[in-house]
């Protein structure tokens, strides 16, 4: 069989096409900034493009994320942990579910990138916890560990995100999907 003149373009296109949106929401859950998710996403679809003749047939999907959550982490490692600003930021939240979710966001920011990428993992993706361990290079026991911590740091953060906090609404109606009681 004669090769294609497109080499499989066909092929990666219709895989960005198709997951970019959910892609760059990860990213940007991963690093909290929109315009970094849009450049960690991009670098990481071309990662994906170089070697997409030898991943197009497992899971790329698996493959980018993997790049995407690998990249934010050393992007984190680089990057000053301190932000200065001349004036605090505005507080004013006028609705219950908006509240929470800007809580969660900033509670994400304080966790290390390693847990911050294993709860977006397990809770955003809804990955297992072989295919959060499969996706940033580690052990299920380091995932579970870090998961952990994680939302054991979280509930010492952000106590508006558990169950208990929200009084009169049950298991299903909550809006985080990382609550939990202690």
């Known amino acids: 069989m004669a ?10 296109l219709a895989f960005v096409e198709s997951h970019q949106h959910r892609l760059l929401r990860a990213a940007y859950l991963i690093c ?20 997409w003749t030898s991943v197009r047939d497992g899971d790329p999907s698996a493959y980018v994320r993997a790049i995407l959550y690998r990249d934010a982490v050393s992007w984190w490692r680089r990057r000053r942990r301190e932000w200065l600003s001349a004036a605090p930021p505005e507080q004013v939240v006028h609705d219950r579910d908006g509240a929470l979710r800007l809580t969660l966001h900033d509670a994400l920011g304080l966790l290390p990138p390693r847990q911050r990428a294993v709860l977006v993992l397990r809770y955003y993706e809804d990955l297992t ?17 870090q998961c952990h911590a994680a939302l054991r740091r979280l509930r010492e953060v952000a106590p508006d995100l558990t169950r208990d906090a929200r009084p009169g609404q049950g298991s299903a109606d909550l809006a985080t999907g990382v609550e939990v009681n202690p």
């Not at 090769?3 to 990666?12: E, F, K, L, S, V």
């Open 129 to 145: 916890e072989v295919a959060t361990a499969e996706a940033l290079g580690v052990t299920v026991g380091t995932v579970k560990s």
């Open 32 to 51: 909290g900034n929109r315009h970094q998710a849009e450049d960690l996403l991009q670098d990481a679809l071309l990662k994906l493009a170089l070697r």
């Open 3 to 12: 090769p294609t003149g497109n080499d499989g373009r066909d092929g990666y």
